[in-house]
T-cell receptor
């Protein structure tokens, strides 16, 4: 099956700085790459996603880039705010409708 | 309901006991997923249903784990002869059956095996 690796496992940034989280995947058939945010004790919630026919997608302060050749995709958060502090998970999915998750990045934004 | 509902939210049991965890997906969602999340880890895939049938159960760790979805809506994850290593948060998610569709997660069932 698919193997999704994510790094770093922890990330601390000053408020206002940018944060970048990177993921790699192994299955070239994967064609959908969502990112989920999970606050402490809460359910994971989708924050942005990208399909394999697109190289980049932006939504306000959040952007995701995809490099299909290298099989990696990244989450970029600009102008970070304390409420961005959470655990972020990347995932990869293929037509088999499986969703495989990375191990998560704990982001701390220091005020 | 408006979202994915899971019960119980917390379950403490003794080693060797039988446990059932319930998931009520969003109405109309044909796909239902069970994941297991240990502390500091990402959701680990267990099983995926499309309608009433298990489309992929390759993530179930062993034959002590079983899940059903008899009417294509509510699903029950069943764990026999629980072990301490089964302690985790069990997350259920649903979507409309497309691999490019958002997964909607429940709040999870925290299982503690003493």
């Amino acid at each position: 099956g698919e193997n999704v690796e994510q790094h770093p496992s922890t990330l601390s940034v000053q408020e206002g700085d940018s944060a970048v989280i990177k993921c790699t995947y192994s299955d070239s058939a994967s064609n959908y790459f969502p990112w989920y945010k999970q606050e402490l004790g809460k359910r994971p919630q989708l924050i942005i996603d990208i399909r394999s026919n697109v190289g980049e997608k932006k939504d306000q302060r959040i952007a995701v880039t995809l490099n299909k050749t290298a099989k990696h995709f990244s989450l970029h958060i600009t102008e970070t705010q304390p409420e961005d502090s959470a655990v972020y998970f990347c995932a990869a999915s293929s037509s088999g409708n499986q969703f495989y998750f990375g191990t998560g990045t704990s982001l701390t934004v220091i005020p | 309901g408006a979202g994915v509902s899971q019960t119980p939210s917390n379950k403490v049991t003794e080693k060797g006991k039988y446990v059932e965890l319930r998931c009520d997906p969003i109405s109309g969602h044909t796909a239902l997923y069970w994941y297991r999340q240990s502390l500091g880890q990402g959701p680990e895939f267990l099983i995926y249903f499309q309608g009433t049938g298990a489309a992929d159960d390759s993530g179930l760790p062993n034959d002590r784990f079983f899940a059903v979805r008899p009417e294509g809506s509510v699903s029950t994850l069943k764990i026999q002869r629980t072990e301490r290593g089964d302690s985790a948060v069990y997350l259920c998610a649903s979507n409309q059956g497309s691999n490019t569709g958002e997964l909607f997660f429940g709040e999870g069932s925290r299982l503690t095996v003493l």
